[in-house]
């Protein structure tokens, strides 16, 4: 009797409290103070709902959504189209925008952020979320790499915390390039947030859950990363949701040997150890920071002397002085490497501390560095580690090749080591490595890795970047010009396009300095003189030149200053004509024959050249 | 492939019951008049042991191993009696755990307990207050089967399956049972699901009150099923005593495979269970 009687009680209260939930959304008059902003779930139902505004990010396709009314999920009449470009799509890299509200809308009364997708092909789309309203982005949260395929699936986005969201503008947004280089359509329909119940076992993370140890000393800085929350879905997995810091609360172990914002910036202030935690509402976040603080370090008193080389010039990775590209991370936390990095300040100026640093992996493969035009690479480097011999420091750069990844056959990549005198301790030193130094490195257009290594554990690191001197390059890249003039015009001396006079020698001996060589530019033969004084060329016979109207030389020189070509009869009679040089690139001349005068054109037998420098020489023929 | 196959028709099967369910969900005037019922408790367990203590010996014994084909239902776990396994949580409760290790072959471990040779009844009352464990692959259950299971092999010795649960539907638990003609892939079943809440965040309680002609199951003392001896395609088997019996499976036919997605480990948490029988 009694055991009944509660059943029966315990089976009302159950049905009360389902009649609480569904009347759940009238509780108003328990918040008077907040701002009576609209609770309205919807976001994009059958098209943009009350006050939702739409705008594409910087760098996307502006075009890439549209609503679509002929695919939509369960026949209703609109869905979301995004239409992703092809990589090299002029019009932009990626499709991604932000659909936020004029007004605030109120939250916090639901649990999740849901919609449908489907896709024109299986796909991983990067980042899809909330709280993106092209402001502050205070309360952003996001899912990256959704899986999605061909039919109409539901997706949840579990709210990290909604007591937060009590005035959000930004609703929903997206973001997604190519895949494998190629575009592709998705859409999304019914976009709305929802009071789901069965979202469970919520957890929360700082470094992705690591508990990170660090060694540190005084003015350092370090953020906080990783930060997520994750929910147990209604089927029964765990979606992990990315966030901003603002759902976090920070907490130091010891605020006076480091301190922690609330935008989750440590900052080292004192000897000692300190633990980072923190906590998403009640939940206590998995992983931590712990801080090994030396107090004062030795480092560098003044920052090394700025670049002056002109930005148009520069390719920089890390500078104060010009814009950076993009680098993927300053430490890739390879297998074995223990190196740790930090950023600091040294007079305003920013520099990077690596510390136990035996080598360290700096990854810039998403965007890839083209250093072709480059002549040099720049560091500015400082240690307090002696520099004596054995002790030594090396540099490596990795090129990808033209598939952009790493292996497939077409990477290429070299080490430079320097050791004392060059490296010096506590002193800033400035390397300038010829690009030509690392001649293990076949391609220098699609830079992805430098790699640092030695035996200085403690480095700073200033002034990175890429630069063209300005010196022109040593040797044509090009081969010469390829003759055009019709073989029965011609009598060729040297020339891959002509039948040259047979029995000439290239490089008979009169006593001159220079040295002679063939060498292949291109796949085209061409005669290099280097370190001219004087050169002959003894043609196979005396050839009678005089039903021709130019002689023809193609010449590129970088660092002569003096060049004379001599046409020479036999007697001998020779006459000088002068090249005008150095040559930019490539130079082709027509000398008229009358300017060799008194030269006999019936008998002429030799050439010669002279001079100083580096001298490369292609196309020396006669024509009409 | 004929596993396939089958999965895929349970799933369907089972989005069928749970499409049932929503159109049909617990409205505010679901309130049941059910007829009052005289129970005297004759078996329990609050499992109030200190924490890592064993189950009482006097009550319960193991299944241990890989059993027959994954006791018949390709099930991945190995079941042991370590504490890891089972033991008291310290705060009045038994905790079953699904472990993902390799042990002895297999990938996983968990527990199950029986009171077969120690406990056996028919008819009354039988309900354990539980918190269930969760994700895909995932199947706890507290059941009871037939004591006369080795004379007369299963299913003619009877099984009520008093709670189910696949862990990628933690909002849904069936009640069943399987006797001779309606077993295996075709047995008597239904399910109960809740409304904006899952069954793995609270405790809940499971139960059926089992007579001579019929077998009413609850949670939270909401009668969701009653199934009668005229609703059953073959014999009527559940008049002799039957045992108990509590697990948390990974894997098998019912649920379908772990994923990389299954959190784990997992824990099944029962708070008691209690057997009743009706005074007169």
């Known amino acids: 009797m009694k055991n009944k009687f509660l059943f029966s009680y315990s089976q009302f209260v159950f049905c009360g409290l389902l009649l609480l939930m569904f009347s759940g959304c009238e509780r108003a008059l328990d918040d008077l103070e907040s701002p009576n902003f609209s609770n309205n779930p919807d976001v994009f139902i059958d098209g943009f709902s009350s006050g939702l505004n739409y705008a594409a990010f910087g760098g996307s396709v502006p075009t890439a959504f549209d609503v679509d009314e002929e695919i939509t999920y369960n026949n209703s009449e609109a869905s979301m189209k995004f239409e992703v470009p092809d990589f090299n799509n002029p019009n932009g890299a990626y499709a991604g925008g932000a659909y936020f509200t004029s007004e605030p809308r109120d939250l916090s009364g639901y649990d999740a952020l849901t919609f449908w997708i489907k896709a024109s092909q299986p796909a991983t789309i990067a980042v899809v979320g909330f709280g993106n309203d092209l402001g502050a982005l205070k309360y952003q949260a996001s899912v990256n790499d959704l899986q999605v395929n061909t039919n109409w699936r539901k997706y949840i986005i579990p709210l990290p915390d909604p007591s937060k969201l009590t005035a959000e503008r930004g609703m929903f947004f997206y973001s997604e390039g190519p895949e494998d280089g190629k575009g592709y359509t998705f859409w999304i329909d019914e976009v709305k947030f929802e009071k789901l119940g069965t979202l469970a076992h919520q957890s929360a993370t700082i470094f992705n859950g690591d508990e990170v140890t660090v060694s540190s000393e005084n003015g350092e800085t370090i953020q906080i990363t990783g930060l997520t929350s994750a929910h147990n879905l209604p089927s029964g997995i765990d979606q992990s949701v990315n966030l901003s810091f603002n759902y976090f609360s920070f907490i130091s172990s010891n605020p006076a040997v480091a301190s922690v914002s609330q935008e989750g910036l440590v900052t080292v202030l004192s000897e000692g150890t300190a633990q980072i935690t923190a906590k998403l509402g009640n939940i206590d976040a998995a992983g931590s920071l712990t801080i090994n603080s030396v107090g004062e370090g030795i480092k560098p008193a003044s920052p090394p002397p700025s670049p002056t080389r002109s930005a148009d010039k520069v390719i920089s990775m890390f500078s104060n002085v010009y814009e950076n590209v993009p680098i993927d991370t300053w430490n890739t936390r390879w297998q074995y490497s223990t190196a740790e990095e930090s950023f600091v300040e040294i007079d305003g100026d920013d520099a990077i501390r690596y510390r136990s640093l035996n080598f360290v992996g700096i990854e810039f493969s998403s965007q890839p560095i083209n250093a072709a035009g480059m002549t040099h690479f720049h560091l500015d480097i400082w240690t307090s580690d002696p520099t004596n011999a054995p002790n030594n420091f090396k540099v490596m750069l990795v090129d990808f090749g033209a598939n952009g990844e790493f292996g497939g056959d077409d990477d290429s990549s070299h080490e430079v080591t320097f050791t004392a005198p060059t490296l010096t301790t506590q002193n800033w030193i400035s390397l300038d490595i010829p690009m030509t130094n690392f001649s293990g490195l076949v391609n220098r257009s699609n830079l992805a890795q430098l790699v640092l290594s030695g035996t200085l554990p403690n480095l700073y690191v200033d002034n990175v970047y890429f630069y063209n001197s300005d010196t022109p390059p040593l040797l044509p890249t090009t081969a010469a010009p390829t003759p055009t003039h019709s073989a029965a015009s011609v009598l060729s001396v040297f020339s891959d396009a002509y039948t040259n006079i047979a029995g000439t020698n290239l490089n008979p001996f009169w006593g001159q300095a220079t040295v002679v060589t063939q060498e292949a530019i291109q796949g085209n033969n061409t005669l290099k003189y280097t370190g001219l004084n004087y050169q002959g060329i003894q043609l196979g016979t005396s050839q009678n030149v005089s039903s021709f109207a130019y002689l023809h030389i193609d010449f590129w020189t970088a660092n002569s200053s003096l060049l004379n070509v001599f046409l020479i009869s036999t007697g001998p009679v020779e006459t000088s004509y002068s090249l005008p040089v150095p040559t930019t690139g490539w130079s082709s001349i027509d000398i008229p024959l009358s300017s060799f005068a008194p030269v006999d054109l019936t008998d002429v037998i030799q050439f010669k050249f002279e001079g100083n420098g580096t001298i490369y020489l292609d196309n020396l023929y006669f024509r009409n | ?280």
């Open chain 2, 1 to 280: 492939m004929k596993t396939i196959k089958l999965l895929v028709f349970i799933q369907l099967a089972f989005s069928f019951l749970i499409g049932t369910f929503v159109f049909s969900g617990c409205k505010g005037d679901d309130f049941q008049k059910l007829e009052e019922r005289n129970w005297s408790l004759v078996w329990s367990d609050e499992f109030n042991g200190e924490e890592g203590t064993s189950p009482d010996s006097t009550k319960w014994t193991y299944d241990i191993g890989t059993g027959q084909n994954g006791w018949g239902n390709q099930e991945l776990q190995f079941y042991t009696n370590r504490s890891q396994n089972v033991s008291m949580d310290g705060e009045g409760n038994l905790a079953i755990t699904a472990i993902k290790e390799l042990y002895a072959g297999s990938s996983f471990t968990s527990a199950r307990l029986k009171t077969k040779g120690l406990f056996e009844q028919a008819y009354g009352r039988f309900e354990a207050r539980l918190k269930t464990p969760y994700g895909p692959g995932i199947w706890p259950a507290f059941w009871l089967l037939g004591a006369n299971v080795e004379t007369v092999n299963w299913p003619q010795c009877g099984e009520i399956d008093i709670m189910e649960l696949r862990g990628q539907h933690p909002q849904v638990i069936n009640g069943t049972i399987h006797g001779p003609g309606y077993s295996g892939g075709n047995p008597i079943t239904g399910s109960y699901g809740l409304e904006n809440d899952r069954y793995d965040t609270n405790f809940h309680i499971f139960a059926v009150e089992w007579f001579p002609d019929r077998i009413d199951f609850f949670v939270d003392d909401y009668l969701y099923q009653r199934i009668e001896q005229n609703d059953v395609p073959g014999e009527w088997v559940y008049d002799h005593p039957f045992f108990m019996i509590l697990n948390v499976a990974v894997g098998g036919n019912y649920v379908g495979f772990p994923t990389e997605q299954t959190p784990f480990p997992q824990k099944m948490i029962v708070d008691y269970i209690r057997v009743y029988n009706e005074a007169n």
